[in-house]
């Protein structure tokens, strides 16, 4: 295993990274720092836009100029300035079309490349990588996309030589030697927040995702089906590197030796994440070198890829307490830490593998939050089947090391989807909690007319089978009797009222059932929602009065609520448009042109259809025509 568990070739020689930075080249991002000034440092933004020509200022959203242009007024800032460059919504495509060199020196203490309006997309185009952070830089990257970055040597997406910070970003089908997306040199730093990694690959020898030669800090992130030829399909970690992950999912990576999940040499810290269904030929969970790994609130579950879960050559995973382990390689099962347990060991009637792999979602999914997670599965009824051993069992006093918000205490944090446990509740193991029954209420419409019929649905989160959602108008009072106890099917009950006098009414849902092990509360209820109705009355044209001398009628319309009257005048009568506030009676001329002004003119007499449009502010338009018969007295 020594022979083929080794230092990656090329990397980890700070002479390699340096290099690479210190190559002026024509395509890419190369963010060189020079020396920064300790004093307080002056922000400027310029913003790019993909459609941008050259011709603007860079100055605002609406002078918006190429990234080749912003980045030279970044470039050319003074070192007191902290540089924002804000990208609107589209695709940059690098190198750029035309050859145009970019800029390769950035002397400002930080540079931010921020979503001004979407999710902006960096596409190297399998040709060029997208970012370079210099040694003495700070880059930050926000809100991005960031795909087919492609590189020669390490990270195809980015290479950090100095600080990086990465959140709410997303990073697919890069290429580099080693570390897919991102890699790392020796003293730099990395913080990775909020973001996903797909797609990934390395082609020499590991991290599909991430290499880590620096100090990386990850939350809240997934690193998804990412692939690597030789070790750590998902995250390589060099000697030298400190990688700690939290509230993170790593499944379905895949390494051609060591390491499906991850390949570790240096130190690796993982807390509260769920690591599954990733392949190697050994540790398809991770492969260790005889050095540090410890893991605390882990689900490790391969169920469906082979080799042992985890290889760590010799030297043991530090079990730090409330980890799940499917097949007894992670987590010993002679002297388990506390609430910690593997797979070898029973569970009433099964073992604790066999009843997570089967309380575990097989693949990540959109559950809610800004990244993928794998859901612990609600436990089935009857009451006799196994609950979940990943529910609900960290107590409140167990302190995970720190994650990337600083908070120690384990049930003080939210999981990878930014939900927070209940109240005094346990937390879950891994990435994913299962929250306390929460129940909502919406109206099914914004607006109906009077007798028209209005649909409350109640949501009880998670979706039990059992239980009734009583409605009452929000003060207490039953919506209607056919109301008040509602059955919950598949997590939802319903409540259809109608209403026959205009105004806004509300409907409150509060759920009754029982609490069990899956951390269903006994009950819940939600504030009101609401729904108004309108009247559906028409719009009625009421008189006009006409002036002779300049041919114009003064039409009186009566309209039933607030919004806005449009006069149509099919070419023969001036168009108008106006906002009332409120219903009545109210007052439009109509303009002879056209036609009709000529014929006033010629004969003093003519005829026009004139329209009325009402869209309320509240529910559906009506209109109203009547044809008008126009005089105006001869001019002598």
Known sequence: MSGEFENTPGHGRRRSFGRLLGIAALIGFGLLAG???PAQAATVSVYAAPTATGASDCSSPANACTITDALTLANGSSVLDDMRIVLGNGTYLLPSPTPTALPVTFAGPSLTFMAGSGTPTLNGRKATRLISVGPASNVIVDGLELVSGQASATGGAILNDGKLEVTDSTFIGNNGANGGAIGTSAGSTSKIEDSTFSNNTASAVGGGALISFGTTIIGRSAFLNNEAP??????????????????????GNVSGGLGGGMSNLGVVDVQSSTIANNTATSGSVIATGNTDATFAGVIVADQSSGGDACNPNGT???????????????VSSATPAEGSH?????YGASTYGEVLDSYLADAPANNGGPTKTIALLNQPEPAT????????????GFDLPAEVGGQTAACSISDQRGVLPATSANCAIGAYLLQATATTVA?????????????????????PDGGTVAFDDGAGNPATTQCASQSVVAGEAKCTVSYATPGTYSASASYSGDGDSNNFAASASVDPASTTVVSNRPVKIL???QNRKTGAITIKVQIPSAGTVKLIGYKQLASTSRDFGSGGVKKFKATPKGNLARSLDNRGRGRALAKFQFLPDVGAPVTKSKVFRFFKDAVG
């Open 35 to 37: 020396s920064s000034s």
């Open 230 to 251: 030789v070790n750590g399909g998902g995250i390589n970690i060099q000697p030298g590197g400190d990688v700690t992950i939290s509230n993170s999912t790593i499944a």
């Open 316 to 330: 043991a995973i530090v079990d730090a307490g409330y980890n799940l382990d499917t097949d007894g390689t992670c």
């Open 342 to 346: 593997s797979g070898t060991t029973a």
């Open 385 to 396: 089947t196994l609950a979940n051993p990943a529910f609900n069992v960290v107590p409140p």
């Open 443 to 463: 109206s099914s419409a914004p607006a109906v007319a009077r007798n028209a019929p209005v649909t409350y649905t109640a949501t009880v989160v998670p979706a």
């Open 543 to 545: 008189g006009s009065k």
